[in-house]
């Protein structure tokens, strides 16, 4: 028998709830002209990280929904010839695929974009992943939009003394840094995040 849901669950749902609704709204109806400033303001924060500018092997997400869009980033990543790899749904978790100019793309069940192909890379074998969220706090917590891919995917990151990468990046805008989150067992917490105002390291 499954035992129903506490009220401390169904309260911490129904905040995340309400967080996902009001910032993905605010995020959506952001002109076109700020949001190609804040792409480049990102794209220039995360030329400042270290960790982005020396990984061989870069993870990027393909934007929807208002999310930032990380073109210049991935165009960057091809001058320095770096491996670039994009994520695809499977079952309930994520495998990551190569991205070219010449990969053939379709959408998921979601709406999100994906390569198709059958190659993929081990994720302990990325060096950083920039990951899209709906909200991000000054300890790293992460708020996706709900599915749990990328925590399941990373779930091996939770033992920090063995596995150190891949470096976990959050990409938004400014306006999606919450001062504190709620964080669960299950969340797998960001190394950095990168806006259009800063870079926070965790």
Known sequence: MISPL????LTHS?????LRKRIRKQRKALPE??????EQD???NLLKLGAVLHAQRIAIY????GELDLKTAIIDSRVRRALIYAPVLERNTLRFAPLRDDTDLRDNFLGIPE?????YIAPCHLDAVLTPLVAFDNNGTRIGMGGGYYDR???????RSRWLKPKLIGIGYEFQRIHDLERQSWDIPLW????????YRF
Do not use: E, M, W, Y
């Open 33 to 38: 002209q700020k949001r190609r400033v804040a």
């Open 115 to 119: 390569p198709v192909t059958n190659a």
């Open 42 to 44: 990102t794209a220039r």
């Open 192 to 199: 950095a995040a990168v806006t259009d105002r800063g870079i």
């Open 14 to 18: 129904n905040r995340h709830l309400a």
């Open 153 to 159: 995917c990373f779930r091996f990151l939770a033992s």
């Open 6 to 9: 506490s009220d401390n669950s």
């Open 62 to 65: 393909l934007s929807v929904d």
